[in-house]
């Protein structure tokens, strides 16, 4: 019996390293990334790093503005394209289809996950840009066409955990609501989607989560400029391909301020998640 | 009792795996300490460079099966830093060096012509430094006002910190900034697969890298051509510098006598590039 006791507890320690290791990876790239960038923006002032226009590193520029806007276009123009589209295909897949529709449809979709970003951004660079430079105007590298890419690349993540959520959901829900005489979109409307919101929030954190971090195709297809963009047809930077476009060459300040590009979008994509960690809180009570 | 025991296996097996899983991270772990076993030299930095390097290397080797040359990336300040720190043998520049490099020494293994091109359908084909660097600093924004489509100007430029970037920012604009409205590409490559796709776009490139889909402009009337270069008449001449921070000897002294060799030469003068002897030093900056 003893023996049978020491055992379970050898194995929640051992569980509970692995816990700890994973936590303690947290902690160290935290750490890591706060010790390389937080210097370089208290010599020069949190101000110009996070309102100043001009990034000319190699001068002693370093205004992230343009980055930082450009990281929250391209996200919300992903989020635009990809919510609308991965909610209403959970909805059809869940309550209008034939279950042989869904289970041919939703692996297919999941698919789309597996897809590397590099590829992703070389059909942009090779389909979407020269279509939209020929008929939407400016060079094809721009907001617009990021954004859709990053639609289409978040559309799996959405989908699926929809698709999970709302199948999650007791059957006698839809059943009783139904029954009471609404129609099937009503039902859907007022006591399905409400009912699986949790895990649809959950979706577009996700969701929310690799269009900020995306950095491959969006280096690709956004163009890169360090201007700021005027219209969504015009090219753009965001924080992670700055990071990304520049590592290799860096040394000094320049590599410094890499990593205070770093400790932005960690700042940024913190508030984006307890932004929407509060809004589901808020509204499941 | 089956229940039992089918759950002792369970737990066995996870205890495997654990111990598996323990053992296999010490040895990762372990294995940063060791030293690798010493075989041959590494060479790294800019990756203009790089796939010249790769061809040196791969020839060097192939005369001296026991001398392996290892050929890394990472850019002309990552190589340079490399070489003075010791972290790699050789560092690959393709821009001169600054004041407190130079404490490495260098050899000079070719010299790069650097191209402004454009689409083939531009019908602008002859192009002023002037003019160049105005397209360049978002001054001139129309095809119009060099003779082309009225259209506007797609500007693609490197990356800062790039060694074409640098070289282009020190032979064309002088003083003057690159737009912050230019497309920033991050490779040779790729900027002459954007100006081969872009009828209105115009970017900078290796003169090796020139090709039918891409046409390359003139500048104040004289073609980017090795003999334009060699005859000291085209300008825009970069050197590929490979940098060391001793005397070398052993292998490193052997792979660049070979890559001062007539062979190591005539390799990459089929490639583009133009062979160290041909042009004299300090060239790039008669103006």
């Known amino acids: ?285 | 009792m089956i229940i039992n025991d089918s759950k002792l296996k369970k737990k066995a097996q996870f205890f495997l795996f654990g111990i598996s899983f323990v053992v296999y991270f010490s040895i990762l772990c372990l294995s940063c300490y060791l030293k690798p076993a010493q075989k041959g030299i590494t060479i790294a930095g800019s990756t203009s460079i790089q796939p010249f390097a790769d061809q040196w290397a791969e020839v060097f080797m192939s005369r001296f099966p026991e001398k392996v040359v290892n050929v890394q990336g990472g850019g002309s300040s990552a190589g340079v830093q490399a070489a003075i720190t010791g972290a790699s043998q050789i560092g690959m520049s393709s821009r001169e060096l600054k004041p407190e490099e130079k404490v490495l020494t260098e050899f000079i293994v070719a010299w790069d012509g650097l191209v402004i091109i454009v689409h083939p359908s531009n019908p602008v084909d002859n192009l002023s430094l002037e003019e160049v660097r105005k397209i360049f600093a978002g001054e001139i924004i129309s095809w119009k006002e060099v003779g082309g489509f009225a259209k506007t100007i797609h500007v693609v430029t490197r990356e800062e910190g790039s060694g074409t970037r640098v070289a282009f920012q020190e032979m064309v604009m002088g003083q003057r900034r690159i737009t912050k409205k230019a497309i920033v590409q991050d490779s040779n490559g790729t900027v002459r697969e954007v100006v081969a796709n872009d009828p209105y776009a115009i970017g900078y490139i290796s003169l090796g890298l020139v090709e039918g889909r891409v046409k390359a402009i003139r500048l104040d009337g004289l073609e980017p051509s090795v003999e334009n270069i060699v005859e000291k008449k085209y300008r825009l001449v970069r050197p590929f510098i490979l940098v060391t921070n001793s005397v070398p000897h052993g292998i490193v002294q052997d792979f660049i006598q070979f890559i001062l060799s007539e062979e190591g030469q005539n390799l990459i003068q089929k490639q583009g590039l133009i062979p160290a002897r041909l042009v004299k030093k300090g060239q790039s900056k008669e103006e």
Do not use: C
Not at chain 1, 145 to 158: D, E
């Open chain 1, 1 to 285: 019996m003893r023996g049978k006791e020491n055992r379970e507890k050898l194995i929640q320690l051992f569980l509970l390293t692995i816990a700890l290791s994973a936590i303690s990876i947290l902690a160290l790239i935290s750490i890591f990334i706060f010790t390389e960038g937080l210097p370089i923006m208290f010599r020069h002032g949190f101000k110009k790093f996070l309102f100043s226009l001009d990034w000319y590193p190699s001068e002693g520029y370093f205004g992230l503005l343009p980055m930082i806007i450009g990281s929250l276009l391209v996200t919300a123009g992903a989020m635009v394209i990809g919510v609308p589209l991965g909610l209403a295909g959970a909805i059809y897949l869940t309550q209008f289809s034939s279950k042989k529709v869904r289970n041919l449809v939703k692996p297919m979709i999941e698919l789309l996950a597996g897809i590397p970003s590099v590829v992703y951004g070389f059909i942009g660079v090779v389909i979407l840009v020269p279509f939209v430079r020929e008929n939407f105007g400016g060079p094809g590298f721009s907001v617009f066409t990021a954004s859709i890419i990053l639609g289409i690349m978040i559309l799996p993540t959405i989908l699926s955990i929809s698709i999970d959520s709302l199948m999650a959901l007791p059957p006698s829900y839809r059943e009783g609501s139904i029954a009471l005489g609404a129609t099937q979109w009503q039902t859907v409307r007022m006591v399905l989607l409400p009912a699986a919101r949790s895990g649809i929030i959950a979706s577009l954190i996700l969701g929310l989560g690799r269009a900020v971090g995306e950095t491959m195709a969006v280096i690709m297809i956004a163009g890169n400029a360090t201007a700021l963009p005027r219209s969504i047809l015009d090219p753009v930077r965001t924080l992670t391909s700055n990071i990304a476009l520049e590592m290799g060459y860096v040394s000094g300040e320049h590599r410094q301020a890499l990593f205070a590009t770093g400790v932005i979008l960690f700042i940024i994509i913190m508030i984006l998640n307890t932004m929407a960690n509060l809004t589901s809180k808020r509204m499941a009570s």
